[in-house]
């Protein structure tokens, strides 16, 4: 490292992630940031600042005279309109304006082309401003026609007055610079490799390891769980669907899923450290049903496990997964039914498949390469 940096990350709604791939995303990326000696500021929404029990029972919170920090990175919390299309905006408007203002950053780190909109607030300091672009959300299913206008003219934004873009996938910057003539650096998302963890808190919820497929990911339509929860109704095996994730706020897409689940379904929430590492350690395969995504972290951490995983088609997917992961037609629940009854009787192949995967992620999609490449940038 040539130079201690002050860097201000904006966009995530908090750290250490409890909610999503951007989350993850920044965790990974400003601890090991900070760990290489940079100081490193995240900025949270205020309703995730962590109550006296959080703080007890999770490793690296630190609570210091100037505030709290989390593996070195000093948490501020500000505050959002919280609700369904102002939360990211009104945040990361009043993050870059203090950012701006206070003239305390080098770079100031946007994540999520929502909040890149208020790059050029950001760089009123004279600052550096660099966005990371890690999906094209205007293409979700839940936003109207005028929340996808205001989200292009955002990403535009972004783009054009960022004194840097990133991509986390090769896909997103062939967009960014056929579409704005912008060269975008591809930085991709990544997972950590960490040995296989033996099935002991799993138990709670009936499982004793390989005994369950495992899926991870917010309740949106976006994410397939309807397909693959019809595909796997029509499988008959003892094996368990585990669906790990939530729909906040919830709608009634939730309750058709549940609806539609037979009691081999186990809808087991939001979870994260050591439990998710278990349920990862211990799948018989992952699945992913993807209609949309950027470039998908759970599939790199399936992989990072030795975990086999079965990806929908979609461009994103193939991305990630290379000639490792096996493929369904995209919301073919016929092409899902037959690949997950397939690789339920071929635990050579899996086994096979989830050596490959381990390897890419070791070669390609490890946080420690990739926050070199950030550093570097």
């Avoid at 192949?349 to 490890?366: I, L, M, P, S």
């Amino acid at each position: 490292m040539n130079k201690r940096l002050r860097i201000a990350m904006i966009g995530q709604k908090s750290v250490p992630a409890r909610f999503g791939g951007i989350e993850t995303h920044v965790e990974q990326l400003s601890t090991r940031l900070a760990a290489k000696g940079h100081d490193v500021t995240a900025f949270c929404r205020s309703r995730f600042k962590p109550n006296r029990s959080e703080l007890a029972g999770t490793d690296g919170f630190k609570v210091t005279s100037s505030g709290l920090s989390y593996k070195d990175v000093r948490l501020l919390y500000r505050p959002s309109l919280n609700t369904k299309h102002l939360d990211a905006a009104t945040h990361s408007f009043l993050c870059a304006a203090e950012s701006s203002i206070r003239r305390s950053f080098d770079i100031v780190h946007f994540h999520g082309i929502g909040p890149s909109a208020f790059a050029p607030v950001a760089r009123v300091s004279g600052g550096a401003v660099v966005s990371t672009i890690h999906a094209l959300d205007w293409r979700q299913v839940k936003w109207g026609k005028w929340a996808k206008r205001v989200m292009v003219r955002g990403e535009e934004t972004g783009v054009r007055h960022s004194s840097g873009v990133v991509a986390v996938s090769r896909i997103i910057s062939d967009y960014v610079e056929t579409r704005y003539g912008v060269k975008a650096r591809y930085i991709p998302n990544g997972a950590s490799i960490s040995p296989p963890r033996p099935p002991q808190k799993i138990g709670a919820y009936g499982l004793e390891g390989d005994d369950f497929i495992l899926t991870v990911g917010r309740i949106i339509p976006d994410r397939g769980l309807h397909c693959l929860i019809e595909a796997f109704s029509g499988i008959e095996t003892s094996v368990k669907l585990i669906i790990v994730g939530s729909e906040y706020p919830r709608t009634t897409y939730s309750e058709k899923l549940e609806a539609m689940a037979d009691d081999r379904v186990v809808f087991a929430g939001d979870l994260y450290g050591d439990v998710l590492e278990e349920l990862y350690s211990n799948c018989r395969f992952y699945v992913l049903a993807s209609e949309l995504e950027g470039l998908p972290i759970t599939p790199c951490e399936a992989m990072a496990f030795g975990r086999c995983v079965l990806l929908s088609d979609i461009p994103e997917n193939q991305e990630v997964g290379g000639d490792v992961a096996v493929y369904f037609k995209t919301n073919d629940v016929n092409s899902l039914q037959g690949q997950i009854a397939r690789l339920l009787e071929s635990r050579d192949e899996v086994a096979r498949r989830g050596d490959e995967g381990r390897h890419r992620v070791e070669t390609e999609y490890n946080w420690d390469d990739v926050a070199g490449a950030l550093e570097s940038y």
